[in-house]
């Protein structure tokens, strides 16, 4: 090889390198990376010994997210002569990949690198040091990265993720958009962008950042299946499937297509055809929770109780607040025959005083079963009611003067300050629980959850006016159905009626499906006496969750009433009747119904035993 050859080469070993520094996501198109990737493959297989087109093959690979094939084109360069100082942090990129992040880690660890790579060596151990969740480490490490590479589309989308991770809502977006800036063709930086948007601004705004993600990578696997999941939650099933069978033509195996598609066959009530795509997955989506969700219900619906109660134990290990999971263990436990268990998978849901009717419904049967009869009586009064109490936002079970002392000494750090505003509002000092949660607050200006704490903390103080405020901010950085609630519940309580419905109006839009929208939005129309309206919104919340709901069934049949409609209103009252056969409202409302059709008797029958109950 001559001299000038050589330094050619090297020049162009140097140039892939430093691109290479932008490959943690690709902005080019895959179809135009497969071709690359067949033309390298020709090159090399004419010249074993070419090192430039192995190493740039190594860049194209990590592209495509093929991990290996980036491993053994690493090797083959420095097999062929290339200095390990210049490969190693693409050859700890390959092993990131392939979920070795110890190895890729040790790798980086190994001996020099060259400068011209540390911001790459940096990126990779950022990258990993997140997947592990320590974020203090992934910080140092991207801030490094940064600093060496303050241009890279690629790292900035990194970035974006970190500070998602991080709950930084407007970091991340800070980042993203830079990402988008730097390269407006940057496909997953679009894609990223279609995510927060669809926590910021809800699923509707972000479909069209989905389409911009794709119109610059048809190929983009992830903008498809999130763009599926997002149509989906829309309700717009047809397009789901395109989107879903447009993915299966480029990562066919990929475990979230057949857990999208099991969502399909669950909402379409064909469970067997569910568990089927669900154990395709093959255990890889068996940590994710909204996967032991599903399982937990598919398995509860084909009667496999002993299965669901595992998969819901397991969520439950996971998120203990999760009360969706705690009733499906209910109800496995129940069906079962366990009702210690069921009863003790209650307990935490039936405590609070806003408990739901249909918790507290199964907590008295079980605890009749169990012969706790006066407990089982008070359970049913409760679910009878129809009027669930005040929701309790802090809880503390420790010393007050021991969780104060922690919080004092660590005021930033979430883990001692929460249960300490809990602790201080226990007692009575609301003032001094409002001042820790403001001073987590000016700490964590970007984070959503920081203006939602200081929101609580406001409302179970009495403060409405300042908890409308914290909760107007956690809205503009996040504008989902649990923000959204409280700020409406706020504004109701701070005496403003109408901009409380129309954040429900707007939530209602922006989130089609979302049942709580659906819920207010159809209580706020029946106040109107826009019938049509109230009907239509109380039967989307009853397709979603079918006649389990006897407030649902009661307004649904108010309505029909009032249009005049009492043959449509009957069997829905009815319904809700055989629900909480104890409701005094509801016997009345049924027993007007059946006076109107000539049913004298049964509607006398009903008024009398509405009376004995409120005797």
Known sequence: MDLGRFWTKALLLAALLLGACGDGASSAPRKALEERRAALENAIASDPKV???????ARVAIKLGDGVGAEAAVKGALGAGAKDAALRPLLARAYAMQDEGSRALQTLDDGPIIPEMIGEAAWVAGDVHLGNGDLAAAREAYDRAVHELPRSSALWVDVARFRDANADTLGARDAVDYA???????SAALAFKANLVRTEDGLKASLAWYEDALAADPGN?????????TLGDLGRYRDMLTSLRRAATIVPRDPRLFYLQAVLAARADNYRLARSLLQRTRGELDAQPSFMLLSAIVELELGGEAVAATWADRLLAEQPENFTARRILAAAEWSDGDADAALAALLPLVQRPDADSWSLLLASRVAAELGRRIESADYLGRAAALAPGEAVPFAADNDYGLLTLAADAEPLNPASAIPAISADLTSGNGARAIARA???RDANRGVADAHILLGDAALAAGRTELAVQAYRAAHDLDASERTTLRLANALFRAGDAAGSGAAILALQRSQPSSIAADRLSGHLAMDLEHWDQAIAHFERV??????RDAVVLRELARAWAAKGDDARALPLIDRAYRLQPLNAAIMEFYADLLERRGKSQAAADLRDKAAQIGR
């Open 542 to 547: 009853r397709r979603r969750i079918g006649n």
């Open 180 to 186: 988008i800036e730097l390269d407006k063709a940057n």
């Open 221 to 229: 696997e992830d903008a498809l299946i999130e763009q599926a999941a």
């Open 51 to 57: 090192i430039v087109e192995r190493v740039e093959l």
């Open 438 to 440: 403001t001073r987590l």
